[in-house]
């Protein structure tokens, strides 16, 4: 039996992920999505647009809204950004909020959490980077942390770059999601076109080769593109899922 567009029970919505700035929101985006569509950096700051990810399966199809840092923003330019993450949480099914395990709460964390506390919108909690915390049963203090922050949010511990947990949050994600047909055909990883995803790329090239001498911001425009037929030559960076 098929709904409108899509088989039955199929859910679909989106989901922002936000938090402090260095966190890991784009590295688990990319993650979901199984293709590099955001840059990632040891840089604070690295996201400065707002970037969909789409994870597309047979039964779901979860969009990720990664988001620039909250953070306390002294300029206006950063209060752009900031007011650009904030504006993403309207009229979402599921917000979710990443925390860093191996680093103690941050006045940028509550300051997440002040802009959170007014918000309707159920709120998940990432505990990302738990493979830096040794040993392992420091990690029920930080839990209990979170969970004093937000009484109402479930705490799942995470690890982005090591895949840990990754499929329980999706779990837990999936719950929060109502039954919709696909927003994306299958095999749209993003929103963004592929010029500005090439963009995206060498942006964080940018970050790798010369992270010493460049400033903060870096912008990359595209001004022309080239199809190559060789094989692999189009091909975007594939993680492992
Ligand atoms: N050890 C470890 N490092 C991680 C993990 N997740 C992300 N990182 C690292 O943390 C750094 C920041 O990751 P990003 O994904 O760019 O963080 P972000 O939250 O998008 O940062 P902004 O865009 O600046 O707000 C990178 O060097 C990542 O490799 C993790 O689970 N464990
Ligand atoms: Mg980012």
Redesign the pocket.
């Known amino acids: 039996m098929t709904m409108m567009g899509g088989p039955a029970g199929h859910k679909a919505g989106f989901i922002p992920v936000i938090?402090r700035?260095?966190?890991?929101?784009?590295?688990?985006i990319n993650r979901f999505v199984g293709q590099k569509v955001t840059?990632?950096?040891?840089?604070?700051?690295?996201?400065r647009n707002r970037i969909a990810g789409v994870r597309t399966t047979e039964t779901h199809q979860m969009i990720f809204l990664?988001t620039?840092?909250i953070h306390h923003a002294e300029n206006l330019f950063n209060r752009e950004m900031v007011r650009l993450a904030l504006r993403t949480l309207e009229e979402v099914d599921v917000i979710l909020w990443?925390i860093d395990a191996s680093d103690a709460l941050s006045d940028e964390d509550r300051l997440v959490q002040g802009h959170l506390r007014e918000m309707k919108t159920p709120i998940l909690i990432a505990l990302?980077?738990?493979?830096?915390v040794e040993p392992k049963q420091h990690l029920l203090p930080v839990m209990e942390e979170c969970q004093t922050l937000m009484p109402s949010s479930e705490v799942v511990p995470?690890?982005?770059?090591?895949g840990v947990n990754l499929d329980r949050l999706e779990r837990v994600l999936l719950t929060y999601l109502p039954e919709a047909p696909p927003f994306f055909p299958p095999g749209q990883v993003t929103d963004q076109p592929q010029y500005l995803l090439v963009a995206e790329i060498i942006r964080e090239k940018v970050f790798e080769v010369v992270h010493q001498e460049v400033p903060y911001a870096v912008a990359v425009q595209v001004d022309e593109m080239q199809e190559r037929q060789e094989e692999g030559v189009q091909r975007l960076p594939e993680l492992a899922p």
């Open positions: 938090g700035p260095n966190v890991g929101k784009s590295t688990l840059a990632v950096s040891p840089k604070p700051q690295t996201t990664d620039p840092g990443m990302n980077k738990v493979d830096l995470i690890s982005a770059t090591e």
